[in-house]
C-alpha cells in the first residue's frame, strides 16, 4: 500500500516520515511541492505519486494568530482540505485527516464522544470543524481522528514551549482549570498505521467516519508542564526545573478562548493513543537535545 502523506514537515507529518519501515511504502509533500490550497498543485501531486491512501497533515495551527488570521487560517482548513477531498474522491482513493478537541466547547462534564455536537469558540477550532464537514460531504471513505494536545520531535509544541521557557526563567504560571489528553506524536502513526494495516489484511479494519484518539490520562496544562518538568529531572536530563504555579485561565488572557474540558473519549473501542507519559520520557532527550542550539 503506498501512503502519500501531505503537509509531511510539520510535527505530525515528519514522525509518519520517519515509519518507512512499517510495511508501507510512505511519500511525503511539503508545502512547497504541494499547497492544498492550490486545486491545481493537488491534482498534479496526486498524479505523480499515484498514492492508494492520503494521510492530511497539513494545516494552520496557530491558534492564537488565527483570531487575527481567519482568512488564512480558513484558506487552509477548509478550503484546501476541500481541494484534497475532491481529489481523493474523484480518483476512489480514502483520505485520512486529523481534528482537533478545540471543535468542542468544553462545556461538558466527562468525556466527549465522537457523537457529541460540536460548538468551536475559536477560529482555529471553527476552521477545523469547517474542514471535517467538507470531508465527509465530499468522500465516500474517509478516517477523521480527532487529537488533542499533540506533542513529538518536530514542530512546535507545549513540551518545547515549557523547555524553552524552563532556560531563563525559575517560576512559571499555567493555567490549571483546562483538561485534555496530551498525544504523542508516535502514538498517533502507530493508531492511524495500524487501523491502515487491518484494513489491508482483511481484518476487521475502522468504518470510514469519525474518530476520537483517546489519550489518558487526563491532566490540566499545569499539571502537564509539572510533569515535564519532572520527567525531566527523574531522567538527569535538567537539573534546575521552573516552580509552577497554578492559575485560572482567567489570569492568563489570550487572544483565542480555548475549552476548559477538552478530554477525548471514543465509543469505539480499538481506538486509542499509547501511553503519553511513557512516549514523553523517550522523546524528551532527542526534544532538548534539539533545543540546545537555539
Ligand atoms: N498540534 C496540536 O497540538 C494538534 C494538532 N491537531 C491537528 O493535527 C494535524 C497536524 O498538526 P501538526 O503537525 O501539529 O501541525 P504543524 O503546524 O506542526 O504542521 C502543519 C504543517 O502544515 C503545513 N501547511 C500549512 N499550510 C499549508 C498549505 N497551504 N499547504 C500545504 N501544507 C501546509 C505547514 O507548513 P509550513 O511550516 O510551511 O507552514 C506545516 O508543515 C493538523 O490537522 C492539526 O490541526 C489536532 C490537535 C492538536
Ligand atoms: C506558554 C504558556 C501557556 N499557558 C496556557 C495557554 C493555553 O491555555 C495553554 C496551552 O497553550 P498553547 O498555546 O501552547 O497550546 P495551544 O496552541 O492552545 O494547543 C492546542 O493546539 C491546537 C493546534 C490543538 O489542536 C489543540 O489540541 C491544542 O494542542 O497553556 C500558560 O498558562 N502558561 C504559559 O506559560
Redesign the pocket.
Known sequence: MRILVIGANGQLGAEFMRHQNSGFQIDGVGRAECDICDLQEVQQCLNRYDPDVVINCAAY?A??AAEENREVCFAVNHDGVLNLAKCCAERSIPLVHFS???VFDGQKEGVWYEDDTPNPINC?GESKLAGEDAIRKVCNQYLIFR????FGQYGPN?VK?MLR?AKTRSE????SD?Y?GPTATPCIVRAVLGSLANSRSGERGLAWGTYHLPSEPFVS?AQFAEFIFAKAQELELLSVVPQVHS?P?SE?P?PAK?PLN?RLGSGEQEVSACDWQTALGRLLPGIIHSLEGE
Do not use: A, C, H
Open positions: 495551527t491558534v492564537d482537533t478537541d478545540y482555529y487529537i488533542s494536545w499533540v507545549f514551549t521557557l512559571l504560571n499555567v493555567v483546562q485534555g496544562w492559575i485561565t492568563y489570550t480555548r477538552s
